[in-house]
T-cell receptor, first 113, second 116 residues
Framework: DQQVKQNSPSLSVQEGRISILNCDYT??????FLWYKKYPAEGPTFLIS?????DKNEDGRFTVFLNKSAKHLSLHIVPSQPGDSAVYFC????????????FGSGTQLTVLP | ETGVTQTPRHLVMGMTNKKSLKCEQH?????MYWYKQSAKKPLELMFV???????ENNSVPSRFSPECPNSSHLFLHLHTLQPEDSALYLC???????????????FGPGTRLTVL
């Protein structure tokens, strides 16, 4: 049973518009969440993270929102650029848990010029 | 070299072969990881190594054998693999920060393994 789920395998967005990628989790013990981006033939690259003591974290064009009651997080990219086209993975962990991340299956984002 | 490097990038092997995957991190981190990514599936943690401990996913078959000779190098020894072991194998590293180590792991490019 997947504890971290990304229910949309793909998403297409027009350049300049907002991209919203969603992630749901089931384990209420998770208290730290991360987003990774992966280009073909490369390993995942850390993008942004959020602790459960916050409900929002922003870094440039990227904002992550956390709704603990709904066990849901989302990544907003504004404005979207063609270079953002990649697979986005969300991951979750319990702090102090021997550094084990649980990943979702990823969402392929395509930003159309 | 910078970041996390993995060799080889591609590997094709028969079920009776023995091979090893190598990972090296140049970030001064003190924890290293092996992940498996099969098609359309989430990354699956296989092993974690740090100075204090080794943690493994109990579902990993014994035909996968990790070795961590020091904090910068990690190997994954493969023997008598099955075709379903074909996948992308990713190495990662991170730095433990006290008791509350938040896991910003840095990944290598992966080794694409095909078992015939």
């Amino acid at each position: 049973d997947q504890q971290v789920k990304q229910n949309s395998p793909s998403l297409s967005v027009q350049e300049g518009r907002i991209s919203i990628l969603n992630c749901d989790y089931t384990n209420s013990m998770f208290d730290y969440f991360l987003w990774y981006k992966k280009y073909p033939a490369e390993g995942p690259t850390f993008l942004i993270s959020i602790s459960s003591i916050k409900d929002k974290n922003e870094d440039g064009r990227f904002t992550v929102f956390l709704n603990k009651s709904a066990k849901h997080l989302s990544l907003h990219i504004v404005p979207s650029q063609p270079g953002d086209s990649a697979v986005y993975f969300c991951a979750a962990t319990v702090s102090g848990s021997a550094r084990q991340l649980t990943f979702g299956s990823g969402t392929q984002l395509t930003v159309l010029p | 070299e910078t970041g996390v490097t993995q060799t080889p990038r591609h590997l094709v092997m028969g079920m009776t072969n023995k091979k090893s995957l190598k990972c090296e991190q140049h970030l001064g981190h003190n924890a290293m990881y092996w992940y498996k990514q099969s098609a359309k599936k989430p990354l699956e943690l296989m092993f974690v190594y740090s100075l204090e401990e080794r943690v493994e996913n109990n579902s990993v078959p014994s035909r996968f054998s990790p070795e961590c000779p020091n904090s910068s190098h990690l190997f994954l020894h493969l023997h008598t693999l099955q075709p379903e072991d074909s996948a992308l194998y990713l190495c990662a590293s991170s730095q433990k920060i006290g008791q509350s180590d938040y896991n910003e792991q840095f990944f290598g490019p992966g080794t694409r393994l095909t078992v015939l």
